[in-house]
């Protein structure tokens, strides 16, 4: 079991490489508002060489506001209103170095939280490529990449990725190497 873990890092690194080399880098930005989302955020950007951020709300969200079943919390208001964009407490500098980014949140309402639409509207992504990845309790992506078109140019590509949830390290490695084929 070390011996595939050992391998599968190898050939993540040797892949982070090769695309370093071509002058393309890469940035897992996510929003966690439990830690879930994070801890996965960190071992992708790990295996897949890639510059990391996190997406912090300018309010940071508390265990009321995180309460699905309570109607009037922030969450679900915010759900329910598709013009909600929570301000975000800090802003990347540098957008322009990257060529893909992978956006990572858990799915609220079979939808990425209004604060990811927030961050895609901050940056200009023309030309980009939008990997995302999310974690859930148990929702799937439903209507997520057409939400999220919206608030990006024609010009960028968002790729539905994965839910991630249970995964280890090497799920991960495993998976980001499909997206290169």
Known sequence: MRLKTLLVS??????????????????????????????????????SNSDIFEIVPEQPYTTADLDWTDKSSRSTIEMKDKNSRPKIAK??????????LFVGFPIWWYVAPTIINTFLESYDLKGKTIVLFATSGGSQWGKTVENLKGSVSPATVIREGRVLNHVTKEDIANWVKTLKK
């Open 10 to 47: 190898i050939l993540a690194l040797l892949s982070s490489c090769v695309a370093q080399a071509e002058g393309k880098k890469s940035l897992v930005a996510y929003f966690s508002a439990t830690g879930t989302t994070r801890a996965v955020a960190e071992q992708l950007a790990e295996v």
């Open 91 to 100: 802003k990347l500098t540098n957008m322009a170095q990257y060529d893909t």
